[in-house]
């Protein structure tokens, strides 16, 4: 795609950024009357039509949108994927409404400096601001560690975090974050030449679409938002979807909004494994064996030591598609990293370029890059498995939002300025977040692992 677009050129982004993402994986053109009508949107109306402009913005004042098409591209992976599968049920809503959903769900709002949840803030460094996310407890306690004083800081007292991060250098703090398994990004626009959303890690090249022969089963190893979502997606393109967690680390987002947890994960079966047995691992491993599409949303270590290489799995099982989504990707400098949608969003540019348009830092909706990426990771899934398998496919969080950017990239700080406020004009009254509802409960812990272990002929 063009890195810059003209005015005339915005009004079908999200077209075009559709049959983007379907040539990138051979699979044919967009089909203009297959289309959902919402795809022909200006960016400014997606945003407004979208809920995400109330989360973005300080929060005694008006709602902001960023102008990067954000919304957009949601649209267009959303058409894309009901295009491949043919499922009615994803043309009965758009993309963009993911954004924003479950914010509408928890009822949050935009915080300016401090992302919609409230775990990630936008703090100043001695040599430039940093996204930082503090979720738990126990990541506070890793501060004296992190800035090397040896001082605690009190849980939720980022007051004096920000008092102490002053006299800091930033690089440094990246590395120590890193290392300690922080989430923190440098709060920069680091402009770059293309950026891959997907990477073919391990097996052929994409290289056409065709039906399958039958729904694919998936295996979802995943949790939060990017990974349960991707399964939710391919479970409305008509997959079988397996939720698989281990009893003694079950998916956090159970403890979170029920709603929003029922949202994600109504209608996927309920599969509890002992990953600290030997029964355990064989199972997870034969359940695997079975599998059409495994989403992996975890550092690949977490796998590894239970024995699980996903390289070696294909090598035994030809046909096999691994999704693997993390915060920054599988390469050897970046694969220990850890990130959250909010502290993505930052690394990624898109706090930096709001900066340029309206003179302010802030976040970009809320964990935006855990939506977008579900969504270009459920595309990804179902195009290997309906072009045969066989492939390791890399969807991180980062490289998503950097394709984003740099698919509608401006030149200079005064372009994205005159974007800003001829996208504000157009978008009219924003509306408020409207989430979807979940057509039922979703299981509880492991109430379908003797029913799923006998279906798919695992020893029990």
């Known amino acids: 795609?063009?890195?810059?677009?003209?005015?005339?050129?915005?009004?079908?982004?999200?077209?075009?950024?559709?049959?983007?993402?379907?040539?990138?994986?051979?699979?044919?053109?967009?089909?203009?009357?297959?289309?959902?009508?919402?795809?022909?949107?200006?960016?400014?109306?997606?945003?407004?039509?979208?809920?995400?402009?109330?989360?973005?913005?300080e929060p005694e004042g008006a709602p902001?949108?960023?102008?990067?098409?954000?919304?957009?591209?949601?649209?267009?992976?959303?058409a894309a994927l009901a295009q491949l599968?043919?499922?009615?049920?994803?043309?009965?809503?758009?993309?963009?409404?993911?954004l924003s959903e479950r914010a509408a769900l928890m009822q949050l709002t935009r915080g300016g400096a401090i992302s919609a949840g409230g775990a990630c803030h936008l703090l100043d460094t001695r040599e430039g601001g940093i996204a930082l996310s503090l979720p738990r407890e126990e990541d506070w306690e890793l501060l004296p560690a992190w800035l090397q004083d040896g001082q605690a800081v009190d849980v939720g007292d980022w007051s004096a975090l920000q008092a102490r991060l002053v006299l800091q250098a930033r690089d440094e703090l990246l590395e120590r974050a890193q290392l300690l398994g922080l989430a923190c990004a440098a709060d920069v626009d680091a402009a770059s030449q293309a950026v891959?959303?997907?990477?073919v890690l391990h097996g052929a090249p994409l290289h056409g679409v065709n039906a399958p022969r039958r729904p694919p089963r998936v295996l979802e190893l995943a949790s939060l938002w990017a990974g349960p979502l991707c399964g939710h997606l391919l479970q409305l393109a008509g997959a079988e979807v397996v939720k698989l967690e281990s009893w003694q680390r079950p998916d956090g987002a159970r403890r979170g909004n029920r709603d929003f947890y029922d949202l994600l994960n109504a209608g996927k079966r309920s599969v509890a494994l002992d990953f600290a047995s030997r029964e355990g691992r064989a199972q997870l491993r034969a359940l695997i064996a079975h599998a059409d599409i495994v989403i992996e949303g975890s550092r690949p270590r977490a796998l590894r030591q239970l024995g699980i290489v996903a390289e070696e799995l294909l090598a035994e099982q030809p046909r096999l598609s691994w999704i693997a989504i993390s915060a920054y990707g599988r390469s050897a400098e970046q694969e220990l990293r850890i990130g959250y949608g909010d502290d993505v969003g930052v690394g990624a540019g898109l706090s930096a370029i709001q900066a340029q348009?309206?003179?302010?830092?802030?976040?970009?909706?809320?964990?935006?890059?855990?939506?977008?990426?579900?969504?270009?990771?459920?595309?990804?899934?179902?195009?290997?498995?309906?072009?045969?398998?066989?492939?390791?496919?890399?969807?991180?969080?980062?490289?998503?939002?950097?394709?984003?950017?740099?698919?509608?990239?401006?030149?200079?700080?005064?372009?994205?300025?005159?974007?800003?406020?001829?996208w504000m004009a157009a978008a009219g009254t924003p509306a408020t977040p409207v989430p979807r509802r979940a057509p039922a409960l979703a299981a509880a812990l492991g109430a379908d692992t003797q029913s799923l272990l006998r279906d798919w002929a695992v020893p029990c």
């Open 1 to 57: 795609m063009a890195t810059a677009a003209s005015p005339l050129a915005e009004a079908d982004f999200a077209t075009r950024y559709a049959q983007h993402l379907l040539a990138q994986l051979q699979a044919g053109p967009l089909h203009s009357a297959a289309a959902p009508p919402g795809l022909q949107r200006h960016p400014a109306i997606a945003w407004a039509q979208s809920g995400l402009m109330p989360l973005c913005g």
């Open 64 to 78: 902001q949108l960023c102008p990067l098409p954000l919304p957009s591209c949601a649209d267009a992976a959303l």
């Open 85 to 98: 599968s043919g499922a009615a049920a994803l043309r009965g809503f758009s993309g963009a409404q993911l």
């Open 196 to 199: 891959p959303w997907l990477r």
């Open 357 to 422: 348009a309206c003179g302010q830092r802030m976040f970009i909706g809320d964990a935006i890059a855990d939506p977008l990426a579900g969504l270009h990771a459920a595309l990804a899934a179902w195009a290997s498995h309906a072009s045969g398998g066989g492939r390791l496919i890399e969807v991180s969080l980062c490289g998503v939002l950097r394709h984003i950017v740099e698919s509608a990239r401006l030149p200079e700080a005064a372009a994205w300025r005159e974007r800003y406020v001829r």
